[in-house]
């Protein structure tokens, strides 16, 4: 019993890091409304295309909220300049869409986009 | 993102990862590394340390780029244990640098071992005369192995044909002032005659003890907490703060 103790433990601990930086493609999924970023991307491209511009600023305001939920749950597995290179997006995105300008705010959610695809990545 | 939080969990991941695979690898001993080991040694501590600080990678690939070296280490370890040409192969050979008293100059030419490294190796081995060595044997380690001529050894009880008394391990009985139970059995004892040594020395509680051990001999050495020295010898000249 203790030789199998003594074997499962570091094995346990192995396993559970492991989950902890493999875990961040299954963390960065949506489990709320909240936090579904490829969606709130979505609804923001087509108030641009449509350009209702206070829809798409509320929803930049969604979509970084989302961001941050994801970025407080892969924090452990993803690598900080991903993450930061998204919160930057973001913020010009804002700017893109306070000038309704709907050639940057398209570029910079392709960006995001990109960012969310590259979470989970290796 | 916390930074500070995720060096935290990183650190600990590291950490553990290291003791754990550290005690896969065994008990080969610093003395005993070979070149290319220590090289090893750092190169993982390297990537664990990366590991930690180095936020702007993910974790898993440096991760697998840790496991994967010391498994590498792990994978040679059991090659060389189990096929001694490989073993030979990979970690080298030791290398005769004096043979019958002789220095070997073209073993040492091709180790690039200098005059210079086998006398300071022989200095460090107590040999400050070539002449008294027979044999010098450098090892894969690094270390010189140094066989005096049989004239310049120290002479021991069986030359003198002196009868010596077995000695081997003593068994530890009490540790930080507490009984070590297992090894009491282990050595047919009882608390009650652990108990009644220690009284004999003046000692009425076991946590008084700091360490005790029971020789081969059946001599039992106790080191007290309070070890009552009246004359401390003091090899330090510096009067602190520290």
Same mark, same amino acid.
């Given at each position: 019993?203790?030789?199998?103790? %003594?074997?499962? #433990? ?7 890091? #492991? ?19 490829? %969606?709130?991307?979505?609804? #923001?491209? %087509? ?6 511009? %206070? ?14 939920? #994801? ?31 709907? /050639?940057?705010?398209? /570029? ?15 | ?10 650190? !600990?991941?590291? &950490? &553990?990862?290291?003791?754990? &695979? ?28 990366? +590991? ?25 370890? !059991? ?9 030979? @192969? ?27 490294? +086998? ?91 700091? &360490? ?8 039992? @050495? ?21």
């Amino acid at each position: 019993m203790k030789k199998i103790v %003594a074997v499962l #433990i570091p094995v346990l601990l192995l396993v559970f890091f #492991i989950l902890i930086m493999i875990g961040d493609p299954f963390l960065k999924k949506s489990f709320s409304e909240d936090d579904n970023v490829p %969606a709130i991307i979505k609804e #923001i491209k %087509a108030d641009v295309i449509n350009d209702n511009w %206070a829809d798409a600023k509320v929803g930049v305001d969604e979509l970084e909220e989302a961001w941050n939920i #994801i970025t407080s749950r892969v924090q452990f597995s993803t690598d900080r300049q991903v993450l930061d290179d998204g919160d930057l997006s973001i913020v010009r995105m804002k700017g893109f869409v306070e000038a309704n300008d709907s /050639a940057g705010t398209l /570029a910079e959610l392709g960006a995001v986009k990109r960012h969310w695809t590259h979470i989970g990545e290796y | 993102m916390n930074e500070a939080l995720v060096e935290v969990v990183r650190a !600990l991941i590291a &950490f &553990f990862t290291l003791l754990i &695979f550290t005690r896969l690898l065994g008990k080969q001993q610093m003395s005993q590394l070979t070149f290319f080991d220590y090289v090893l040694g750092i190169t993982v501590g390297s990537i664990a340390a990366s +590991l930690t600080i180095e936020l702007t990678y993910d974790p898993w690939p440096m991760w697998l780029g840790l496991v994967t070296w010391i498994l590498a280490v792990l994978a040679f370890q !059991l090659i060389t244990v189990k096929w001694r040409y490989a073993s030979k @192969y990979i970690d080298g050979e030791p290398t005769v640098v004096i043979m019958n008293g002789m220095i070997m100059e073209a073993a040492m030419k091709k180790l690039r071992y200098r005059i210079s490294d +086998l006398t300071e190796q022989l200095r460090d081995k107590g040999v400050f005369d070539m002449s008294q060595v027979e044999f010098a044997v450098l090892e894969v380690s690094g270390k010189l192995s140094v066989l005096k001529k049989s004239q310049h050894q120290p002479v021991t009880p069986k030359d003198m044909n002196i009868k010596t008394k077995y000695s081997g391990i003593g068994t530890e009985l009490i540790y930080d002032g507490v009984v070590v139970e297992n090894n009491l059995k282990q050595v047919n004892r009882d608390k009650k005659w652990l108990q009644k040594e220690l009284k004999r020395m003046g000692i009425n509680d076991v946590s008084e003890v700091f &360490f005790a051990t029971l020789e081969t001999t059946g001599k039992l @050495y106790v080191d007290r907490y309070q070890d009552h020295i009246k004359n401390k010898t003091d090899i330090s000249d510096y009067d602190g703060p520290y």
